[in-house]
């Protein structure tokens, strides 16, 4: 008796990224491919970290600049929640501190937003079988990190997960109080986060800390 072919189970991926608009073109985009099926859509780190644990995609495309907690920490907070998932970063940010950040985060592929939809297609592929996948854009930024050794830590590298993401809310325009209230934490904790990075990043004022945090593209300056 002959066997059946049997057909490859698709490849599920979770899309994550704070604009509507962009998440539907990468929707519509992966369902043209064949083989690719959408199970999911967050909206922000948070919404991407529990979507991963409740979904268990193959594949997760996280955005670097969103709001609460940014593609990057989530990263690593999903690689370790959710080790199955392979994530890949879709992003606009060419500068060498986000590639190897990304890297170091544990995000298997790191994709420009302007790349062709052909290599969007081969990078969800290519990590989907556990293979790394960079653009040949910002590969080069790796290539460099580990030529020095791959020791330059920069600032944001100096802090702690926690202290990036309340970093970010500050520079969101949370005040002490509401960023207590969304990490459930005290508001004396949020006091000693914030004295703890202007001390690392020898910044003085909550104005130096929001700048610091913009340079670094901890969140987006987009209006």
């Known amino acids: ?57 193959d594949v997760l495309l996280m955005d670097v600049g969103m709001p609460g907690l940014n593609g990057i920490d989530a990263t690593e907070r999903v690689r370790a929640a959710t080790p199955t998932t392979r994530v890949v970063i879709l992003s606009m940010h060419t500068r060498e501190e986000h590639v190897t950040r990304a890297i170091k985060a544990g995000a298997a ?24 996948y960079l653009s040949p854009a910002v590969s080069k930024y790796v290539v460099q990190s580990y030529a020095r050794g791959g020791d330059g830590r920069t600032g944001l590298e100096r802090l702690t997960s926690r202290q990036r993401e309340v970093l970010q809310l500050i520079a969101e325009g949370y005040t002490t109080k509401a960023i207590a209230a969304r990490l459930m934490v005290s508001v004396k904790t949020v006091e000693t986060h914030r004295a703890q990075l202007m001390e690392r990043l020898e910044i003085r004022d909550v104005a130096g800390l929001v700048r610091f945090a913009l340079r670094r593209g901890l969140v987006d300056n987009e209006s």
Do not use: C, W
């Open 1 to 57: 008796m002959a066997r059946r072919a049997t057909t490859p189970a698709a490849i599920r991926v979770l899309i994550a990224d704070d604009h509507n608009l962009f998440r539907a073109g990468v929707r519509g985009l992966l369902r043209s491919f064949g083989g690719i099926e959408v199970v999911g859509e967050a909206t922000d780190g948070n919404d991407a970290l529990a979507q991963a644990a409740a979904l268990r995609p």
């Open 109 to 132: 592929g790191y994709v420009l937003k302007d790349a062709q939809p052909d290599e969007l297609e081969r990078a969800v592929r290519q990590v989907a079988r556990g293979e790394p």
